[in-house]
């Protein structure tokens, strides 16, 4: 029953990333010519496994202060994370919409999804989820800014 109950939270983030597999970025730059540093291709793999498959193995505690918590800054982060894609697919699919900022928050569609699954750690109450949503944050979001300052 956790496997189906939690399935919901890796879901919810990789929902838009579907879409683009019908509607990708317009070919603006050739991402393949900037170089990430191995250290964050390993950190940003080994969190974005964690984050996704972790939480389909612990129990949710959605009652208490803590539980209330975590599901606030889970849609905080959720709702940011929505804007940031409407913007990208209402804004032509530009390239550059996936990583400019937004509301003050560089790279919104890396930093979301950090703060999602960190607040998603509260909720399940595990560390092990707040290590894999710190590996993600060391690879994912750097990589999204040499990406931005790339693209700028």
Do not use: D
């Not at 010519?33 to 129990?59: H, Q, Y």
């Not at 889970?74 to 990583?99: E, N, T």
């Not at 569609?109 to 993600?136: I, K, N, T």
Request: proline share 7%.
């Amino acid at each position: 029953m956790i496997l189906v109950a939690n399935l919901w939270i890796p879901i919810l983030i990789l929902l838009p990333n579907v879409l683009l597999i019908v509607a990708p970025p317009r070919a603006e730059t050739a991402f393949s010519k900037i170089r990430m540093p191995r250290s964050w291709i390993i950190a940003e793999n080994l969190g974005r496994i964690g984050v996704l498959t972790l939480p389909l193995f612990l129990p949710a505690e959605l009652g208490g202060a803590s539980g209330t918590a975590a599901l606030a800054v889970m849609f905080a982060a959720l709702a940011l994370y929505y804007a940031g894609w409407l913007r990208f697919f209402s804004g032509r699919r530009s390239s550059k919409l996936l990583y400019e900022q937004l509301m003050g928050i560089p790279v919104p569609l890396a930093v979301a999804p950090v703060l999602y699954f960190a607040g998603s750690s509260l909720l399940l109450h595990s560390w092990f989820m707040s290590v894999f949503a710190l590996l993600l944050a060391a690879g994912h979001i750097p990589s999204s800014l040499r990406v931005y300052h790339h693209l700028i």
